[in-house]
Each structure stands twice: as structure tokens, then as C-alpha cells.
């Protein structure tokens, strides 16, 4: 049975940082392609970030484009965002999610896999 779990979120201010994780069962690490997602109330999913699967290659947002920081550790089978400089339009709940195959995905339908979220909320 395939989980991923994030966890990381929380209250910040305006320019502080925070690291989110996301722990993954029941995938090999090594052939996974991976992504972050987040959703503000009222708004639709969007894409945050991807990662291929041996971490060389990411692709972000240009919402948060020199800010957040996509990486991944497969022997931990974990993967992180760190967020830098946070600022209130980045106030949502953050998903993990993990697809079919090793490549970059860069919309919802790339992925097959999802956690639960966590919420980051940041006050101005």
C-alpha cells in the first residue's frame, strides 16, 4: 500500500522559513518522480514544484521561483521543500505527491499518488 505523509507545516511571519517533509511507503524511491502542490481556500491545486527521481533535475513555480528549494533523499524516502522568505500568498495547505515513472510532472494529472496535506499559513 502506497502512503506519503507530509509534515513541516505550521504558523510563520512574513519572511521566515520553514522545511516541509514527506515520507513515502510502498514506492521504490529510485524510479519516482515527485512534485508539491498546494491549495488556498477557495482556489484550485496548483503546481509547486517537481523533482525527478535521482534529484538532478527540478522545475518550479514562477510563483516561488528563487524562494523554495525541492529535494529528495531516497534512502530516507523522503522528500522536502524549503521555503524561504515566506510571504502571506503563500498561505495554503501543501500536498506531496509521487508518479508513475522517474520524470519531472508538472500538472495534477502527472501524479498518481497523494498525501494528506499540511497547512502553512503565513501572517503578514
Known amino acids: 500500500q502506497v502512503q506519503l505523509s507530509e509534515s513541516g507545516g505550521g504558523l510563520v511571519q512574513a519572511g521566515d522559513s520553514l522545511r516541509l517533509s514527506c515520507r513515502v511507503s510502498?514506492?521504490?524511491?529510485?524510479?519516482?518522480?515527485m512534485g508539491w502542490f498546494r491549495q488556498a481556500p477557495g482556489k484550485e491545486r496548483e503546481f509547486v514544484a517537481a523533482?525527478?527521481?535521482?534529484?538532478?533535475?527540478?522545475y518550479y513555480a514562477n510563483s516561488v521561483k528563487g524562494r523554495f528549494a525541492i529535494s529528495r533523499d531516497n534512502a530516507e524516502n523522503t522528500m522536502y521543500l524549503q521555503m524561504n522568505n515566506l510571504k502571506p500568498e503563500d498561505t495554503a495547505v501543501y500536498y506531496c505527491?509521487?508518479?508513475?515513472?522517474?520524470?519531472?510532472?508538472?500538472?495534477?494529472?502527472?501524479?498518481?499518488?497523494w498525501g494528506q496535506g499540511t497547512q502553512v499559513t503565513v501572517s503578514s
Open positions: 505527491a509521487a508518479r508513475m515513472g522517474g520524470g519531472l510532472g508538472f500538472g495534477r494529472s502527472d501524479y498518481v499518488y
Open positions: 510502498g514506492l521504490t524511491m529510485r524510479t519516482t518522480g
Open positions: 523533482i525527478n527521481w535521482s534529484g538532478v533535475n527540478t
